[in-house]
């Protein structure tokens, strides 16, 4: 098993930034490939990033790239997304999420992920 907690979620103005973490603990984290996902009311959840075990493969979200950036530390068990220039329909409740393997598999699909946090807020004013 792996437990994941999110933090670092908040307030912010339109065009601000915020800085998630996921801290993992249980089995060995390094070996899992890790995502972020975000559920807004009404919606359903949709696939942000994802990064493999070594870090070497790297996905994301056409409506995120070249504004959000995913990075690990294995050393410290923990996974980020940095966020710039949000978007008030970024609005949602954000989530990490590891691969039961090292290998990303299918990026997108919430059910190619074994483990799941409580997710935090992030709040995008106008």
């Known amino acids: 098993q792996v437990q994941l907690v999110e933090s670092g979620g908040g307030l912010v103005q339109a065009g601000g930034s915020l800085r998630l973490s996921c801290a993992a603990s249980g089995r060995t984290f390094s070996r899992n490939a890790m995502g972020w996902f975000r559920q807004a009311p009404g919606k359903e959840r949709e696939f942000v990033a994802a990064?493999?075990?070594?870090?070497?493969?790297?996905y994301y979200a056409d409506s995120v790239k070249g504004r959000f950036t995913i990075s690990r530390d294995n050393a410290k068990n923990t996974m980020y997304l940095q966020m710039n220039s949000l978007k008030p329909e970024e609005t949602a409740v954000y989530y990490c999420?590891?691969?039961?393997?090292?290998?990303?598999?299918?990026?997108?699909?919430?059910?190619?992920?074994?483990?799941w946090g409580q997710g935090t807020q992030v709040t995008v004013s106008s």
């Open positions: 990064k493999s075990w070594s870090g070497a493969s790297t």
């Open positions: 999420a590891a691969v039961s393997t090292s290998a990303v598999g299918v990026p997108h699909l919430a059910g190619n992920y074994a483990y």
